[in-house]
């Protein structure tokens, strides 16, 4: 099939698994296999784009004219089609545990669980195969829409405040600064289109360059950058599923992955590097990167640490846009997929530990890693790919974010990533620490608790394993990306 | 910009579409009286505004891409005859005035059997057909005190229809009373402008005077008169702060006269005023020595905050809507004092992306009403859940009053940014932007009352009518179907606002000829 069929497949799958739970709501299971089977087809029809890359079939589709010289469009080009293979594969991966998670938890509302999961889906990789801003721009929002219902989910006051908080600060950054931001390009620049080197070289000068790029970095407020990252924590109040996909992968990376994007194609690298307009954006994430951190280790809270945790690694992806060289975008790049492989495993432990004792908090969970041996295994794989060791995915990304903070003369950037890394150790490794070696008599007293349902324990021991792969194939995924920055493939 | 004359032999039924738009409804009136017949009154109203709709669309389709159609009632030329005259900018107002009115109306009748009692009924579909006239007639024609008349019609039938709601409140008596001096203060307002003009000119033709008021822009007569017409429409409008009348008159009035209203009412007037602006009197003189922009434009700001704030307040879905509308036309008025061609255009496609986008939300605010017998949140909870498919209507009705992408609303919005950057205003556009946040508030609110609560006992527990159900969606459908394909929309507002950006030029032009032609 040609690439933009499978483009529309792979949006128009999700967004009929939508359909089919709607329409199966009565039938749990049927239901449930037949979004399976979507999240599979979405996930071959990716790879099917991928299978073409060579081809050179890369022209763009375009659906609209909304305005003068803005269409509804898609085209296919190597971060995006990262995103998307990294989106619609943790897709299937957590199908199955959100099954799992959800039956054995009891959770009520299923078909509008699953149903909303799939919207999601479907404009995450619209977001991911957007030719222009305003094509991105429309799946962003409608991201931010189709997951407020998750968040919400339990319906409890909590989750209504904490759901609030989601949606206030992220359309709230939407609308008030990246459409500002959007239209303005628009206005100076005269189009959307993500452009090789940018658009907005000779179009904008002076000061304004950094609040332009100001607009873009708080406006993307899913990219959780200091001082709007309160929602993510808020987020928290979802269930695990929608932690562990939504919140580690698609919906933050969409965030990342729009930084990226904008920093890449409509700034240009080279613009940026020449005006110095990303200078600050620099610092500010460092800010973010170290002092996210820090917020993290106060979190007895296993989900809330985990999602400070994820708004300092986001900020390493944001740092590394705001280096502007080369290398750096690409260890930006690379890190979405490293990133979302070690912290949906993370995620999805923590769900699974939930599942099977109830326990949210670290210091209740001694000793459980000697009833819970796979899952703690899973989780320590996943903590040391997000602290960055070999031979785990994470270090790669690190590695090239440390070559571009060095390409680009700010080595003090190589020493914030370094002591975040340490900081990364101080926080994740005591619950595998808690885990394996110390011992609570309490919970010698209730021997009832076992590892979680396969549903719950396979999956991310699966997403494990991938941590341990993408090490091995970091090369070839470097050379895939490289197009992104002019390079040759 | 180039203005020609689509020129035309009265003979066949398509050169007579600009009076049948307006005879139509205004014949169906009186016979739906005549017949008394409560079984035929809906069928007749109903047929006729469907007719009206169609001849909207082939005068749109006529003029969409500019020129215009001039019809001379009776035969008798302008300017000493009545003249009606047909162009981008309403033809685009009549096809959105007709549009609604012919969903609406399918709506009406399951509502409005709720609502106001049998015997009423007959003329109920009477006065709404002739407010469908006056609304259709204050647009299209092409003669200021026509204007005037066709603007009373509208009115007084508006009145009545308000009051139609005494039947659930009574409080519905004293909305229409108000309505009625404060409508009354503004038409009298307007026809004192007219006089001033009249006595100025010697004319009444819109054309003919635009030609003469060029020449008399420092007479204080033609000065006066501006003021006096510009605050007289502006009370219909609800220009803050002349919009007192309008909450109570929304939320009183029954569900499908507030749906109708909101979304055509207001909107006529604010295309009345532009063209008084723009055609009649000269951009150069209104905007230039009388610098009208740094008085509309901050009234403008002030009504996209403080009505946006007062309705994040409300505990009524109706009243929170009724002051969402009064800050929405602050961004109609504010693409006006920003003048410029892509101020014009958001103010001509907000007009209409509002309209629609209003029209769904009353309409599911009606449906609501009829199973909960109210609009308060408190007592609306949990409706989100029973009535499904309402409940997703009021969601995309919401977005679109954001401003999100994918919705009606979003178009509007972007097109006013635009306009604003064009002009340096880049504080203007964030403004903008942050008025559009108080919007995500009180449509949010609506929101969490109807999807995260449970539902309480004694409401019924059942999805709205299928008659109900199908206008809704057809104008929720709307609101979305216009947020991705704009040629109708953007085109005809683009060119409405280039040929209302270019002044009386082209009128004056035609107008001598046809002077000529007469003498």
């Known amino acids: 099939m040609d690439t933009n069929t499978l483009i529309f497949l792979a949006m128009l799958i999700p967004t009929a698994a939508m359909a089919g739970n709607m329409a199966f709501r009565h039938l749990p299971d049927v239901r449930d296999g037949f979004t399976f089977v979507c999240a599979v087809l979405t996930f071959c029809c990716v790879l099917g784009i991928l299978s073409n890359v060579g081809n050179g079939t890369t022209e763009e589709v375009s659906l609209f004219e909304v305005f003068p010289g803005l269409d509804l469009a898609f085209n296919v080009e190597p971060l995006g089609l990262l995103f998307a293979l990294v989106a619609s594969g943790l897709w299937i991966i957590t199908h199955v545990y959100g099954l799992g998670y959800m039956r054995g938890n009891d959770e009520k509302h299923h078909t509008r669980f699953f149903a909303c999961f799939s919207v999601a889906i479907a404009s995450a990789i619209g977001i991911a195969f957007a030719a222009n801003m305003f094509t991105l721009f429309l799946f962003y929002e409608v991201l931010t829409i189709s997951t407020y219902p998750l968040v919400a989910h339990k319906g409890t006051p909590a989750a209504i405040r904490g759901a609030r908080v989601y949606l206030g600060v992220l359309i709230g950054t939407s609308i008030g600064l990246q459409l500002t931001a959007v239209i303005w390009t628009y206005v100076v620049a005269g189009t959307l289109d993500f452009t090789q080197g940018g658009i907005l070289e000779g179009k904008v000068s002076g000061a304004l360059v950094p609040v332009l790029l100001g607009l873009y970095a708080f406006g993307i407020g899913k990219a959780a950058l200091m001082p709007f990252h309160k929602w993510l924590p808020a987020a928290m109040v979802a269930p695990t599923p929608v932690s562990a996909l939504l919140h580690a992968v698609a919906v933050v990376k969409a965030g990342v992955f729009t930084m990226l994007k904008v920093g890449v194609y409509i700034f240009g690298i080279d613009f940026l590097a020449q005006t110095g307009a990303s200078e600050w954006l620099m610092w500010l994430a460092a800010y973010s990167v170290i002092a996210a951190s820090v917020v993290a280790m106060t979190k007895d809270n296993l989900k809330a640490r985990l999602a400070y945790s994820t708004v300092s690694q986001l900020s390493y992806i944001t740092l590394g846009m705001a280096l502007a060289t080369s290398m750096g975008a690409l260890g930006g790049g690379m890190h979405i997929a490293m990133h979302a492989m070690g912290k949906i495993t993370l995620f999805m432990c923590a769900g699974s530990i939930y599942v099977a004792t109830h326990k949210t908090e670290i210091s209740q969970m001694q000793g459980l890693g000697r009833v819970m041996p796979i899952t703690f295994g899973a989780f320590l794989i996943g903590a040391l790919s997000i602290i960055g060791l070999p031979p785990l995915g994470g270090s790669w990304s690190k590695w090239l974010l440390m070559v571009g903070a060095a390409d680009a003369g700010h080595q003090i950037m190589i020493g914030v990533l370094m002591l975040s890394s340490l900081l990364n150790v101080a926080y994740l490794l005591p619950l595998v620490g808690r885990g394996f070696f110390l011992s609570d008599a309490e919970n010698n007293a209730t021997p009832g608790i076992k590892e979680a349902p396969w549903m719950c324990w396979l999956p991310p021991a699966v997403t494990a394993v991938g941590c341990l792969v993408l090490f091995l194939y970091a090369g070839a995924l470097q050379e895939f990306l490289l197009p992104m920055v002019g390079g040759a493939q | ?519």
């Not at chain 2, 004092?337 to 599911?364: D, E, S, Y």
């Open chain 2, 1 to 519: 910009m180039a203005a020609e004359e689509v020129h035309h032999v009265a003979l066949t039924l398509r050169d007579h579409l600009p009076v049948l738009q307006i005879l139509i409804p205004f014949c169906a009136a009186p016979l739906v009286v005549l017949f008394g017949s409560r079984t035929l009154a809906w069928p007749m109203a109903f047929a006729a505004s469907g007719l009206a709709f169609l001849c909207s669309i082939y005068l749109l389709m006529q003029v969409i891409d500019g020129g215009f159609i001039s019809y001379h009632l009776g035969g008798w030329a302008p300017p000493l005859g009545i003249e009606y005259r047909v162009d981008a900018a309403n033809a685009f107002v009549v096809f959105l005035i007709s549009g609604i009115a012919t969903v609406v109306l399918p709506f009406a009748r399951a509502s409005v059997n709720e609502e106001i009692p049998q015997k009423n009924h007959t003329l109920f579909y009477a006065c709404f057909l002739l407010c469908l006239t006056g609304l259709l007639g204050m647009v299209i024609t092409g003669d200021a005190f026509n204007v005037f008349v066709f603007l009373e019609i509208s009115s007084l039938s508006t009145y009545v229809l308000v009051s139609q709601g005494s039947f659930t409140d009574k409080r519905a008596l004293s909305a229409a009373y108000d309505y009625l001096i404060l409508g009354t203060i503004g038409a009298t307002f307007f026809v004192i402008g007219l006089g001033f003009l009249y006595m100025a000119t010697g004319t009444l033709n819109m054309a003919d005077l635009a030609g003469r008021i060029a020449l008399l822009e420092d007479n204080r007569t033609v000065q006066a008169a501006f003021a006096f017409i510009v605050v007289g429409i502006g009370l219909k409008v609800a220009m803050f702060p002349l919009h007192l009348w309008l909450p109570n008159a929304y939320v009183y009035a029954p569900s499908a006269v507030t749906a109708f209203l909101a979304a055509t009412a207001t909107k006529a007037a604010v295309y009345v005023l532009l063209r008084f602006m723009f055609s009649v009197f000269q951009p150069d003189f209104v905007f230039g020595s009388l610098a009208i922009t740094w008085i509309i434009g901050p009234l403008a700001v002030l009504a996209m905050f403080i009505a946006s704030f007062v309705a994040v307040f409300q505990n009524n879905f109706k009243r929170m809507l009724a002051y969402s509308s009064i800050a929405q036309i602050g961004y109609m008025l504010l693409g006006i004092a920003i003048l410029n061609v892509n101020g014009l255009t958001a103010t001509m496609v907000h007009l209409f992306n509002h309209g629609i986008t209003k029209a769904a939300l009353f309409m599911a605010v009606g449906a609501i009403i009829l199973r909960t017998g109210t609009t308060f949140y408190d007592r609306i909870a949990g409706m989100g859940r029973v009535m499904p498919l309402t409940g997703a209507a009021v969601v995309v009705g919401g977005l679109s009053l954001i401003g999100v992408p994918g919705t009606a609303g979003f178009i509007s919005k972007w097109v006013l940014v635009q306009a604003a950057l064009d002009n340096g205003w880049w504080w203007m556009a964030l403004a903008i932007m942050l008025s559009s946040l108080l919007a995500v508030v009180y449509v949010w609110r609506v929101v969490e009352a109807l999807y995260l609560q449970a539902p309480s006992d004694d409401v019924v527990h059942k999805e709205a009518p299928l008659s109900m159900l199908v206008p809704l969606w057809i104008m929720a459908g709307a609101c979305i179907w216009f947020g991705f394909d704009t040629d109708i929309t953007l085109g005809a507002a683009r060119t409405a606002a280039e040929g209302l950006l270019a002044g009386s030029a082209g009128m004056a032009e035609i107008s001598t000829a046809a002077a000529q032609a007469a003498h």
